[in-house]
């Protein structure tokens, strides 16, 4: 079954910094790129970040660069993002997405969804 | 970056209405736009093009307008909807159409 599972959401302080996870099953994760998503409470879907296949390009948000950062390990079927200097308005449900080409391209979309991890940033 | 734009914010029809939403994005994105459904509490699922999509689902349009029709509105089918463009980086999406049951 192709899945996507994440993890490592949870309650952070502003200015503080969290890593999600997302394990990938049931798919070739190498030969896809692979993003990240955020819905803030209630409200609609942001693309946060992306990868390509092989690594070799990354892609950010305006409002996450220079604090996220996409990697992904190809031998463990992982994605991940470090995030620093959170801030509150980075609480969301972030989910991680896998795109149907190697790399961002017109005519990519995203058929792959895991179930999203929840992170809040609150003092 | 590309804006999408939605229209309605918000809809209610009846089972078995036929319904139509509309994205606008504010360029041409030639045909690379994307509709998603989400029921609450769960993940977003592409809608269009994708086995196991039932067929009253369609989408259409180019370059700057799209619509994506419901036919025969079945109970399953009042969540809420996306469109996303994936002409360019940032990828966005549009703001969301809920649908309701009226």
């Known amino acids: 079954e192709v899945q996507l599972l994440e993890s490592g959401g949870g309650l952070v302080q502003p200015g503080g910094s969290l890593r999600l996870s997302c394990t990938a099953s049931g798919f070739t994760f190498s030969k896809f790129a692979m993003s990240w998503v955020r819905q803030a409470p209630g409200k609609g879907l942001e693309w946060v970040s992306a990868?390509?296949?092989?690594?070799?390009?990354?892609y950010y948000a305006d409002s996450v660069k220079g604090r996220f950062t996409v990697s992904r390990d190809n031998s463990k079927n992982t994605l991940s993002l470090q995030m620093d200097s959170l801030r509150a308005d980075d609480s969301a449900v972030y989910y991680c997405a896998k795109s149907i080409v190697v790399v961002l391209a017109g005519g990519d979309s995203f058929d792959i969804w895991g179930q999203g991890t929840t992170v809040t940033v609150s003092s | 970056d590309i804006q999408m734009t939605q229209s309605p914010s918000s809809l209610s029809a009846s089972v078995g209405d036929r319904v139509t939403i509309t994205c606008r994005a504010s360029?041409?994105?030639?045909?690379?736009l994307n509709w998603y459904q989400q029921k609450a509490g769960t993940a977003p699922k592409l809608l269009i093009l994708?086995?196991?999509?039932?067929s009253r689902f369609s989408g259409s349009g180019s370059g700057t307008d799209f619509t994506l029709t419901i036919r025969s509105l079945q109970p399953e089918d009042f969540a809420t909807y996306y469109c996303?463009?994936?002409?360019?980086?940032?990828?966005?999406f549009g703001q969301g159409t809920k649908l309701e049951i009226k």
């Open positions: 996303q463009q994936t002409y360019s980086i940032p990828y966005t």
């Open positions: 360029q041409s994105i030639r045909n690379y």
């Open positions: 990868v390509s296949g092989n690594s070799g390009s990354t």
């Open positions: 994708q086995s196991g999509v039932p």
